[in-house]
């Protein structure tokens, strides 16, 4: 398996590679004592042996990033081709462990795998190599034995070594890798939210407007030759809603390039301005508000509030028989409780479905609270119920709080 690397990367592999050749090779060739350390080939032949294997170790360590697997067998070869030359362990040696390191580090699983038993296997191997390939000149079968376990043991703890660290910056890798998928994934769900929270405004904002633009046109369409005066007052109507409308739209689109930016929400202080809109629709709200606030309830209620309201009366201008709604507002200690009643007729009216019911929805779960949307006989009733908890800060309260 060939892994993506950066060309800086491959460069500053292959030059490491050539420095490590660079320093141990004449260090091996110094090790490598003619006529001594060598019984199986000539000089020639000993000093070929030592260069090939420096070779094909370093070349390994070269590809060791980009493919850990070819580099271990690599690195095998390099060490078969010094073994079968009766030479003995060789400074150029240490360039085993950064192949075993790169395995554990960057291999595939079974790579990791392959590179750990290579460890074990290495180790013995190497260690029986060395103890009875007459090079320890040792004679003694128990003296034998011991320095063969003395040798295991070293081996398996440098070579292991090497692995462990690479498998422990494997693990370095894959935590920052989980760390970073999860700040990607909560910065894809928050611009998700923001993106709704928007969307939802943008509904809120511009299908109200356009209800009661749409309810005004058609009462002056009407009224133009009959009364002039009310055809006139509706178009006054009409574009006092429609710049409302592209003021609310401006602010919005404002949130959307500058997250931080959230701008002036409306609040309970502008619920008579809505209701003069509806009165101008054609519709007259019946409000009841009963008992009346206790205080300044949390913005974000208000805010819920509002919307609901604007939503639920958007609907009864578009869906509605054209008669009074009535609205009922009760605050309580902990709670408050919205209703929205209309008539609709035996066979028309408002439904479940749509946008505007699924926002509602979502406005009062954002809010804590609950709501339902249903027809009632020959009403459609639109009931909310939304906290007023303690621990519910409004945003002047927290605001102030950070500042």
């Known amino acids: 398996m060939i892994r993506p690397l950066s060309r800086t990367a491959i460069v500053l592999d292959i030059v490491g590679a050539v420095v490590l050749f660079a320093v141990f090779a004449p260090l091996s060739l110094m090790v490598y004592a003619p006529g001594s350390l060598s019984f199986l080939v000539s000089e020639p032949v000993g000093i070929i042996a030592v260069l090939a294997a420096a070779v094909l170790q370093c070349g390994a360590v070269a590809i060791a990033r980009l493919s850990p697997g070819i580099a271990l067998a690599v690195a095998w070869a390099g060490a078969l081709v010094q073994m079968s030359a009766g030479l003995t362990p060789l400074p150029i040696n240490v360039a085993i462990l950064g192949v075993l390191y790169a395995t554990a580090a960057w291999g595939s699983r079974r790579v990791m795998v392959a590179g750990l038993v290579s460890a074990g296997i290495g180790a013995v191997v190497a260690s029986a190599y060395i103890t009875y390939a007459n090079i320890t000149q040792v004679t003694d079968p128990l003296q034998s034995f011991g320095v063969l376990a003395l040798l295991v043991v070293s081996s398996v703890l440098a070579l292991g070594s090497a692995w462990l660290c690479g498998f422990l910056w494997r693990l370095v890798l894959r935590s920052r890798r989980i760390r970073q998928a999860q700040q990607r994934a909560e910065q894809q769900a928050i611009e998700e939210q923001e993106r709704v929270r928007i969307a939802r405004d943008m509904h809120d904002v511009v299908a109200h407007s356009l209800a009661v633009v749409i309810a005004q046109a058609d009462g002056a369409r009407y009224a133009a030759a009959a009364d002039p005066d009310a055809a006139t007052t509706a178009l006054t109507t009409i574009s006092q809603t429609a710049r409302g409308a592209l003021s609310d739209v401006r602010m919005l689109l404002t949130q959307l390039r500058h997250r931080q930016g959230d701008g002036p929400q409306p609040t309970l202080a502008d619920l008579e301005a809505l209701f003069a809109q509806v009165r101008q629709a054609g519709i007259e709200p019946r409000v009841t508000v009963d008992p009346m606030p206790p205080g300044e309830p949390p913005t974000a209620t208000q805010l819920a509030v509002y919307r609901i309201l604007q939503e639920a009366l958007t609907n009864v201008i578009r869906h509605g028989s054209g008669s009074a709604v009535d609205v009922s507002l009760a605050w ?23 946008h505007g019911i699924m926002g509602m929805h979502e406005r009062a779960q954002l809010a804590g609270g609950t709501l339902t949307a249903r027809r009632e006989g020959d009403a459609f009733v639109v009931a909310a119920t939304l906290p007023i908890g303690a621990g519910q800060l409004s945003a002047d309260t927290i605001q102030g709080t950070r500042s």
């Open 332 to 354: 309580r200690a902990d709670h408050v409780a919205i209703r929205i009643a209309n008539a609709v007729g035996a066979a028309g009216g408002n439904t479940g479905g749509g």
